[in-house]
């Protein structure tokens, strides 16, 4: 046979980058990786887990429930318990930030508690948010079907689009988020080629954004639902935000900023991601997500046929860690050691990189971004990726966080460094390596 | 916005009919389910889970490993463990079959010991087999594209169809498995029709099959990839063969059949589909696939981008029941539970239900199939199910279990009971109310 039985998504869908990456990885002992987006393994609540799942299996009332058939939505105790520690979240962050603003955004936040935007109803728990993601493209999205996304974004999401067969537009980021101007030249540009009509939804990592760490401003965020909105007549279907916030709990500087859920009169566009993965255990990936009609409906359904519900014994585990506090206390730790480790890196970084060398420092998340002069690039085949493997430390090249838009110029000078997964002592001296490398190009 | 921005395949994904059956239950106190597929819920492990668990998480070894990300194809001591147990499941059945047959099987059987059918390199860990369907119906195939299916198959199974816009052409089922002379002639047809090159894969439910109870013998595997490899030429393609061998472990009598990958020469064209959630804990989700190149490639692929691999807790929970024996001990008590539960069944089948009622014994598995004459329908509008619903029992309507084949008519006086959620005392008390309906109506 030459030919292979393979479908177009099928033949469509490759190895993603970061596979090659960790391969280059395994065969070399010394090298020092920043370019996973593990969890600090150090800080893994390993006693809490067990702790949790012996409370979980030694009552009567959840020890043979936890392994059982659950509920393709989940788990109504973890249903519930996610939906108020989200409404939690989103009133402590409008509160907290409410001293420097009028007494509006007040009187808005006990109107948002009254209404439904936080309703378990439309919470979904999946494997990870990553499953919610794909879930949420294949419940809106036909082949062809566009969707926007920040320049740079998650690649991992972009393999899902290539993967679907969908097309990206990017768009502009800002210190503080997108760039609203560009959103609305590409909805104006859009439309103008009449190809509106087949964009579907806005991807925006809001919080410590993966690759650049950027943070979306709440104004950003009820920004670029109006636009959205106001180019939904011209699309003839609703235009959605999916919200990814898998980094939001991973803050150890500044304030949260509330979700798009808590904008006003705009929760019917907003599909919100969570995980409690990344902020407790990642080997146990307990996602989530909040979801309008019909959206909620069909990604429900398309869950039934994917595997009829998450674990339920990672479910029970979750919910007992949520109830019980040792959720709550976990991250507060974690934000402690992310804290300290960014600062590791921050101080790496100004001994060690040459001072052409832009980095942005995050206030929560995982990574840090690095941007070289443009003219020097930073790609698998440049002689800076190749140098820094030789020298046994490796970083996420920043092309492959660029979507395939052919209205946008790829760049390939910029890198994402990741404090999550080395140990102090690794990220010093990768970055020490990293900067040798650099000197010598710059 | 009168339009919703959902894709064809949110349009198509509908709500699968257990859920509605699951609804009907919940609001009844009193009702029994015969319907659900669910594990016997007093024989769950809770005991050795907690125990296993707790090993996993008091090890420097496997401790935090157990809760960090890990890779998309599996843990690999799980993935070797799992290789080498379906390597003797295959390796026992064929030798406890060759005292019957020729020495040629045992030859046969020592050759397959050197090949590469049960290499861990080709075997992929995933959330129940449940996912490693849906990501296999992904890999193959496009709208329009053809599935041929058991007639009758697992529903589910049939929502992927029905959401993927895939269609099923289904194959008469005999006691002992697929007609194949049905099979050839759906070939023939097919061929004649230039509609082969359309089909992808025959999926089969191959031990105790869903809904019927009924296992495929070993010849008539043989006899498939046969037919399968003949047609090939005319299709364009490899024609595969997906073997979902879900309940394969839940034998009570006879012996088990070596599975379609001990088939001489045609382990290239079988998928194979297992999973230890059934054997073992139900809540713990972990299944398994072996597939041959490019399928393998291309699933492992798509499961990045569903969720980069199933929960890693999970799988060293697994491997840790699998390595200690406590899985096979585990095995061997629930084969005795539903062989008991089984004939608890049988007892009141034999004492309740009319005569005129055929119904078919499972060796294994969790169902029996029962058949009524032609012209009594048991489907969801029927009187037969709302007078058993009226009267607090609930089964499973046969006529879900067929495919929309517009070349075979659907029956609809057939129904699955299932003894693997209730106790025996619900086991007797159900059948007593089911057969006091059934006696109404004959």
Redesign the interface.
Known sequence: ?R?????????R????PI?WL?HAALSRPRLISLA?G??D?VS????E??TA??LV??SPRT??????????AGEPKLRQLTARHLRHLDASSASSSSSSRRSKSRTRMRMKDKDENYCSAHLLIT??S??LL?MTA?????AG?IVLVEDPTYF?FL??LQ?RGLRARSIRLQRDGLDLAHLEQVLQSLRRRGELRRA??LYLVSYFQNPTGITTGFDKKRGILKLLKKY?QA??????LLEDAAYRELRFAGRDVPSALSVRGASDRVIYAGTFSKPF?????VGYGILPE??F??VK??K?????G?????Q?LTAQTLASGSYARHVTQLRRRYAHKAGVMKQAIKMYFPPEIEWWEPEGGLYFWARLPRQIPTGVKSEIFRSALRGDVLYVPGAICYADDPTRRKPDHEMRISFGNASEVDIHEAIKRLGNVLQKFL
Not at 235 to 240: E, M, R
Request: charged share 15%.
């Open positions: 046979m030919n292979s039985a393979l479908s177009a998504l099928g033949r869908t490759t190895e993603p596979s960790m996973a593990f969890t393994p893994l609540p390993v006693t887990t067990r799942l012996n299996l030694r020890g043979r429930p936890a392994l059982q058939y659950g509920s393709t494997s990870g990553q499953q794909y294949e419940a809106l999205c036909d079907d991992v393999g899902i993967s579907k939804f939904e699309a003839g279907h609703p235009l959605y255990a990642t080997g146990a990936r019909p959206v409906s069909a359904h398309i039934g046929n994917h595997d009829f998450t674990a339920n014994l990672l029970h």
